[in-house]
């Protein structure tokens, strides 16, 4: 299915919703924090080095003389097969976030915020938690890009 700008747009917008409740949530425990799209919404932040451009997380947070990053990842529902119910992210996402960190030597979080579906709430996750890559097919026929999931019972949740 091919995404319109419009659609694009409200995906965006959708997210960076997201994005301003984990900030507010973050600021009320006590964490300070540099939202990375403040200055060009239009552009993910951006990591340069001699070698490559890195895709930045969402947020980059500061509490006790500590700092790491956030990624949000704003959710409708869960994915669910029989018993097993997981979230996660796009893989090439997932593989940018891991090499941030691995480069920089930061912790990096992803916090998932599920809404609409129960269990809703803010669930936390480190990057190196090993979860699961699946492909995006079904059947050998491709029906979404590469996802990488975690298993709901790896996942912290926030009060």
């Given amino acids: 299915m091919e995404q319109t700008k419009v659609s694009f747009e409200e995906q965006l917008q959708y997210g960076k919703e997201g994005e301003k409740e984990i900030a507010l949530y973050l600021l009320n425990k006590g964490c300070s924090i540099l939202p990375l799209y403040q200055f060009n919404d239009e552009l993910a932040p951006k990591i340069f ?6 895709t930045s997380p969402d947020l980059t947070v500061f509490k006790e003389e500590k700092c790491f990053f ?11 097969f029989g018993e097993i119910v997981e979230t996660g992210c796009n893989y090439r996402h997932y593989a940018e976030y891991k090499k941030v960190s691995r480069f ?3 912790k990096l979080f ?14 936390l996750i480190d990057i190196n938690t090993v979860g699961r890559y699946w ?3 079904v059947n050998e026929r491709k029906v979404s890009k590469p996802m990488y999931f975690w298993n709901i019972n790896q ?3 926030l009060q």
Avoid at 49 to 54: G, K, R, V
Avoid at 70 to 80: F, L, S, T
Avoid at 110 to 123: A, V
């Fill in 135 to 137: 492909n995006g097919k």
């Fill in 49 to 54: 080095t001699a070698n490559e451009i890195i």
């Fill in 110 to 123: 992803l916090i998932f915020l599920h809404e609409n579906e129960e269990p809703c709430g803010k669930y």
């Fill in 70 to 80: 956030i990624e949000v990842k704003r959710k409708k529902q869960w994915v669910r």
């Fill in 155 to 157: 996942l912290n949740k």
């Fill in 104 to 106: 920089t030597g930061i």
